[in-house]
């Protein structure tokens, strides 16, 4: 039988982590709102308010009780795999928080909020330059969150175990150097094949009809509109502000249909993870996603293995058909199913095709590797993504947005 003491320990701890992420929850809305409606001139108190709730959560998540409490349960033997899961999640955090001050968590999460709004407008405006002293003082934040947690081999290391725990860069690095070549050569053998027509693609697309679209593909696929919204924003995601509230966002283009349409179907499939965890880890550490490679296994899933095979484009064809009669004038399920799955080396991550998507991520790795380690200063970002861009892909952004503007995950700290 289990010791009464470790079920009340389990009790406690329960209550304990059910207090962060109610705090983690309360700030994902500000996070959320900041994303879809804030005014720019709210930026700077926002980014205050981040700070104390991000001050907040990290006093709960590093507080002597809770310390004591999952050192001692570490080890213990517990009722239930779940609890297990549990103490392990909340030890591995504890142990890590505890190494950074609340004054640094403080610190980044105002940067962060700052730097968001920053990267919007540089992006905007194509200018890197507007967006350069916040990336600078990121990289530096993430050299110091390296040194103060620490690491075996490589800075990245310390950064990587939040996303992939137990997961090294060298691990990666392996993975990387097998799969370039190859998707090389398949990309070469590929771009020697006739080219599939893609040019209706590019016709007018009204934004109306796209989120007409939208919103049927996504409950189609199981969304619960019910527990869960779609808003618009310069960069797609999805974020959970509760168990019941599941948030996704997209980006409309009229004159380029895949953009919203296969953008909004990836963040359903991540929102599809969250809508379905067991609701008896509501309110739990452990309803949140074991990895974000796991996570976006799901959301490359719907978007690229179901929404773009041929059996699914000759179901819902007839509904673009029924949207777009102009647009898709003369243009048949599997004429519109081999446009979709066009691979051409391509200059946008999100838009990227399967085959050459890899080499996306593989270009970023090599730059945040070397940003860390010291072997490339913020300022030579553009320029070396540029040259990354070309080595790997083949394509050259011919200005910042295209290139090292793109992607709002350095904002983000």
Not at 80 to 108: I, N, T
Not at 268 to 278: M, P
Not at 383 to 407: H, I, M, T, Y
Request: aromatic residues 10%; contains cysteine.
């Amino acid at each position: 039988m289990l010791p009464q003491t470790n079920e009340s320990q389990i009790t406690e701890l329960r209550e304990l982590d059910r207090r962060v992420m109610r705090l983690a929850r309360i700030k994902a809305v500000l996070e959320w709102d900041q994303e879809t409606n804030l005014p720019p001139e709210g930026v700077l108190e926002r980014s205050e308010q981040l700070a104390l709730l991000e001050g907040l959560i990290h006093e709960a998540k590093t507080s002597h009780h809770l310390g004591a409490l999952t050192t001692g349960l570490h080890d213990a033997t517990l009722p239930s795999d779940g609890d297990r899961a549990l103490v392990d999640r909340l030890y591995r955090d504890y142990q890590r928080s505890s190494k950074l001050s609340q004054e640094f968590a403080e610190r980044k999460a105002r940067l962060v909020g700052l730097a968001q709004s920053a990267w919007a407008q540089a992006r905007r405006d194509s200018d890197f330059q507007q967006f350069a002293p916040y990336l600078r003082q990121l990289v530096e934040l993430a050299r110091e969150t390296a040194d103060r947690v620490g690491y075996t081999e490589e800075p990245y290391d310390a950064l990587l175990v939040e996303y992939e725990p137990f997961t090294t860069t060298k691990e990666l690095r392996r993975v990387f150097d097998e799969l370039e070549p190859g998707v090389s050569r398949l990309t070469a053998r590929i771009k020697e094949a006739p080219p599939q027509d893609t040019s209706f693609l590019y016709r007018r697309y009204p934004r109306e009809h796209q989120e007409a679209v939208v919103h049927e593909m996504m409950t189609l696929l199981g969304f619960d509109s019910r527990a869960g919204r779609l808003d618009t924003t310069a960069h797609p995601f999805c974020t959970t502000l509760g168990c019941h509230d599941v948030r996704i966002t997209t980006r409309w283009d009229e004159n380029f249909f895949n953009m919203a349409f296969f953008g909004a179907i990836h963040e359903t499939g991540h929102a599809l993870y969250e809508q379905g965890f067991d609701p008896r880890l509501a309110e739990t550490s452990l309803a949140s996603g074991t990895s974000l490679g796991l996570h976006e296994s799901q959301s490359r899933f719907w978007e690229n293995m179901v929404a773009r095979s041929r059996p699914f484009a000759e179901f819902y064809f007839p509904l673009l058909r029924r949207h777009f009669p102009e647009a898709l004038a003369g243009v048949d399920a599997e004429k519109f199913y081999r446009a979709v799955n066009r691979v051409e080396p391509s200059l946008i991550r999100v838009e990227a095709d399967e085959v050459t998507y890899t080499l996306h991520i593989l270009l970023r790795f090599r730059l945040e590797t070397a940003l860390l380690d010291g072997s490339l200063s913020s300022d030579e970002v553009p320029a070396a993504w540029n040259e990354l861009s070309q080595k790997l892909l083949g394509v050259r952004p011919e200005n910042d947005a295209e290139g090292c503007l793109q992607d709002i995950h350095w904002a983000m700290g």
